[in-house]
């Protein structure tokens, strides 16, 4: 059987969409220079496309100033995804980690009353795996969500304490050790669990939050423990942790930094 041909991207489409990306992310018109420094693209290449890019109405360009902004011909591509349910537009981000990954991936809400409750997941194909049912609910300090929870809120140590002393486990991992992996994901921006929540799954896991930074959303990829190396659990947080990021943007309108 032939082997499939590699997947082949278009450089210039590439470069566009940064150059897009930098102007959704600044609130004042940048001159070609800048933005071809910030995006890492030759001056030529940015002038180019930012030309095209005015021409289609996607970006704007000012005379005085010479500077180019993000134009209202984006709203024209995101008018259809206004008003839709958010749980759409992420569940193509959560397969995406799924596949590459060999992960479930599960989405949770975080609800005002001090819990979380399984909203969606994605399952990957053809591996064994352990399953949640939607509509799960779990404290909200629990397991590797909650740590992230707990860094987010940036409780300290003795409230964490004492909320600590409520949580149930299939394998406590104590507190002073909890406490510690609440410190790392405050540095990570995410977290793990190795069988303490639920005992044989490995799981990582980041939030997401909202414009005033309060943690509306965890994203978690689970996997039963023999079948992952440490590593490639790693490997998957570092996706959830981008795909948290884009989230936040593309959701909540959150700019981190």
């Known amino acids: 059987m032939k082997a499939p041909d590699p997947q082949k991207y278009v450089g210039a489409v590439e470069s566009a969409v940064k150059i897009l990306r930098r102007l959704a992310q600044i609130d004042a018109p940048e001159g070609v220079a800048i933005i071809a420094r910030e995006t890492g693209l030759n001056v030529s290449t940015t002038y180019n496309i930012l030309k095209t890019l005015a021409k289609e109405g996607l970006v704007t ?152 930074g309060a943690p509306r959303l965890g994203l978690s990829a689970i996997s039963i423990a023999e079948q992952i190396e440490e590593a490639a659990l790693r490997e998957a947080a570092v996706a959830l942790k981008e795909a948290g990021a884009f989230i936040e943007l593309n959701v909540f309108g959150r700019r981190d930094g």
């Open 61 to 212: 360009f000012d005379e005085q100033t010479k500077g180019y902004a993000i134009g209202m011909g984006v709203l024209e591509l995101s008018a259809p995804m206004l008003g839709r349910n958010p749980g759409d537009m992420i569940r193509p981000v959560m397969d995406r980690i799924a596949r590459e990954h060999a992960v479930l991936v599960a989405l949770w809400t975080v609800t005002p009353n001090g819990r979380i409750v399984l909203s969606d997941r994605v399952v990957p194909v053809d591996v064994v795996r352990a399953d949640m049912r939607p509509g799960s609910r779990l404290p909200d300090l629990v397991g590797a969500v909650g740590r992230c929870v707990a860094a987010v809120r940036g409780l300290d140590r003795e409230t964490l304490r004492d909320a600590y002393a409520g949580l149930r486990w299939q394998c406590d991992p104590g507190f002073d050790a909890y406490w510690d992996d609440v410190q790392q994901a405050r540095v990570d921006g995410y977290a793990f669990d190795f069988g303490h929540l639920f005992r044989g799954l490995s799981i990582a896991a980041v939030v997401i939050r909202d414009i005033e």
